[in-house]
Nanobody, 123 residues
Framework: QVQLVESGGGLVQAGGSLRLSCAASGSIFSINSMGWYHQAPGKQRELVAAITSGGATTYADSVKGRVTISRDNAKNTVYLQMNNLKPEDTAVYYC?????????????????WGQGTQVTVSS
């Protein structure tokens, strides 16, 4: 019904930058919050940043000042600009969206995840 496709991951040296993108498509009526999570090997998935449809943002303490989340509501796309990357930022990054989905009987609220994109920061 709804697909999230991420792009922009890769290998970067410490101090470098990456910009992740996540585009949502499908039977979308509207999208509430969108966010980015990361999961390092052997660790739980954690919130990196989130943004509401109105533009209010939340950041993990570990990334404040280095990361900016933004979204283009017309394109159903969320971005994550990451600067001054550190080796500890190495993880798989997942996009998440809280979506009102068009279904046969009306609307249904549901939560969707992207497939993940690897970010590796070398020291």
């Amino acid at each position: 019904q709804v697909q999230l496709v991420e792009s922009g991951g890769g290998l970067v040296q410490a101090g470098g930058s990456l910009r992740l993108s996540c585009a949502a498509s499908g039977s979308i009526f509207s999208i509430n919050s969108m966010g980015w999570y990361h999961q390092a090997p052997g660790k739980q998935r954690e919130l990196v940043a989130a943004i509401t449809s109105g533009g209010a943002t939340t950041y993990a303490d570990s990334v404040k000042g280095r990361v900016t989340i933004s979204r283009d509501n017309a394109k159903n796309t969320v971005y994550l600009q990451m600067n001054n990357l550190k080796p500890e930022d190495t993880a798989v990054y997942y996009c998440n969206a809280d979506v009102l989905v068009r279904v046969s009987y009306g609307l249904r609220r549901d939560d969707f995840w992207g497939q993940g994109t690897q970010v590796t920061v070398s020291s």
